[in-house]
């Protein structure tokens, strides 16, 4: 059981009967869009956290009313215009297990056919494509961080190594 001491739009922090401190934010679903090409297509988005743009996989937060591959379909349509022909599901992550509340759902998309939704959010979503099987280069130049996107990456390449 817990206590909420704050509640926000996108996160509340809570305490827990020991008084140990938490934060709370809903759970997510990922996507690796992969194209022919094995290429991965990455959105552009803007971090309030670090004041800079940043590299991210298209997703968004699920709902009771849309199962995780639904959520998946339509995040895909919304942020990059593209509709999945094929999704796998490749496992669940947690950002920051001991002190983070969220559970993220990493899904793998192929066969990618042109069919856009209009998104919620406030700012335009730009999208850099990249080759899957040498995405650590935006690591090592520093310019993909993300713990959740670099997980699910590895994720995807390894499931689709195996065949």
Do not use: C, W
């Amino acid at each position: 059981m817990s206590t909420i001491v704050y509640d926000g739009n996108y996160f509340s922090l809570r305490v827990d009967d020991a008084g140990r401190e938490f934060a709370q934010t809903g759970n997510e679903v990922l996507v690796v869009p992969l194209t022919r090409e094995n290429e991965i297509i990455l959105t552009i988005e803007s971090s309030p956290a670090f004041g800079e743009q940043i590299l991210l996989l298209p997703g968004g937060q699920t709902t009771q009313d849309e199962s995780h591959d639904e959520t998946a379909g339509r995040e895909l349509r919304e942020k990059i215009g593209y509709a999945p022909g094929r999704l796998d599901y490749l496992g669940e992550i947690r950002p920051y297990e001991k002190y983070l509340a969220a559970r993220s759902f990493v899904y793998l998309a192929r066969d990618l056919a042109r069919h856009s939704l209009a998104g919620d959010e406030e700012y335009e979503v730009r999208t850099q494509i990249v080759p899957l099987a040498n995405f650590e280069n935006l690591i090592a130049d520093a310019y993909l961080q993300d713990a959740r996107v670099i997980a699910a990456l590895f994720m995807a390449r390894a499931f689709v190594q195996k065949g």
